[in-house]
């Protein structure tokens, strides 16, 4: 399965995620509407654009998105449906909105729990018919477009309290996918450093040990965003002559509220989550310090023992390494 961009950061290490693009390889053969559901910042809208640009609406049409809690409600009818010059006060020019634009592509809708009612109803109509009117407009408009919403909410819950119409609801999820937060999918962090140093404009340096070990405990409850961010803070702490992100590179505050009940679920115990943390750490600190088992062993205070079983047992994971 081939990366994306580098802006759209494309890695599927673990087993919950492996199932997530499987899926949506599937969805890129035909063209129903997919409703993604995942907490804010694990990469819904990494998920939409490989949907889109390995479907064949990636060579027809553009891929086009708006988050619909970032705008007022008043505006967001005219970023969708366009408007003529003179429909409200403002409205200085003729615009053409985002479903003429995604014409033949993709529109991505995200945070759509937030959309109100009055919206839903309109974005209905434009589903069932493939037609609507730019605001101020008599002038019937059309649009082919393939619909991918996402949202962290519970809609079903949002239908029960009507703040969500369910045939709505049943229009955007023909198919379902759920992205799993980052703390169920601790195997990916390394790879998700690694990236965001290098897309930053630092390719080669690192986080120390100390600093992977805190990573692969934290909750983190901003996801893939807040990983970035807290890399993007600490690289702006450092000094001109460093090249490895320690702990005091780190808010001082970061992991002073970390617990572990996040991680007990149903699919869940706590032998895995030892063993996928010691392999992740003791992986990386392999890579880390080059191969030097005799400096991975003192860094992490393991014995020989625990290091050579963990290969031993785990030998494709570690033939991945930078040795």
């Known amino acids: 399965m081939k990366n994306l961009s580098t802006d759209n950061y494309l890695i599927i290490k673990n087993k919950k995620m492996q199932d997530v693009y499987n899926i949506a390889a599937r969805i890129t ?13 694990v990469g819904k809208e990494m998920v939409a654009k490989y949907i889109h640009n390995n479907s064949l609406r990636n060579k027809t049409g553009k891929f086009v998105s708006l988050i619909c809690s970032a705008i007022q409600d008043t505006l967001i009818e005219s970023e969708l449906f366009g408007h003529v010059k003179g429909a409200f006060t403002g409205a200085d020019f003729n615009k053409v909105g985002l479903i003429k634009i995604a014409d033949n592509g993709t529109l991505f809708l995200d945070e759509i729990g937030e959309m109100s009612l009055g919206m839903q109803r309109k974005l209905l109509r434009v589903l069932e018919s493939g037609e609507y009117f730019p605001v101020g407009s008599v002038k019937v408009e059309k649009s082919n477009f393939r619909l991918i919403c996402a ?3 519970n809609l079903k819950q949002k239908i029960i309290s009507e703040e969500f119409r369910a ?4 229009r955007i999820n023909a198919v379902t996918i759920k992205i799993p937060p980052l703390r169920e999918r601790i195997d990916e962090i390394p790879s998700f450093v690694e990236h965001f ?3 930053l404009g630092y390719d080669g340096w690192e986080v120390s040990v100390e600093v992977m070990e805190k990573f692969l405990c934290h909750n983190w409850p901003g996801n893939i965003r807040e990983l970035k961010n807290i890399i993007e803070s600490a690289i702006v702490m450092m000094e001109e002559n460093e090249n490895i992100i320690s702990l005091r590179h780190l808010p001082a505050d970061l992991f002073a509220d970390a ?8 699919d869940t115990s706590l032998k895995n989550i ?3 943390f010691r392999e992740s750490v003791i992986k990386y600190a392999i890579d880390f310090y080059k191969g030097d088992y005799k400096k991975v062993m003192t860094s992490l205070h393991i014995s020989k023992d625990i290091l050579y079983r963990t290969i031993s047992k785990n030998p494709e994971l570690f033939n991945h390494s930078k040795l």
């Open 151 to 153: 949202t962290n909410k």
């Open 197 to 199: 140093i290098k897309v």
């Open 274 to 276: 030892e063993k996928v």
């Open 29 to 41: 053969r035909v063209d129903f509407p997919v409703l993604i559901i995942g907490e804010t910042g």
């Open 167 to 170: 045939d709505l609801y049943h």
């Open 259 to 266: 617990e572990y009940s996040y991680l007990l679920s149903e």
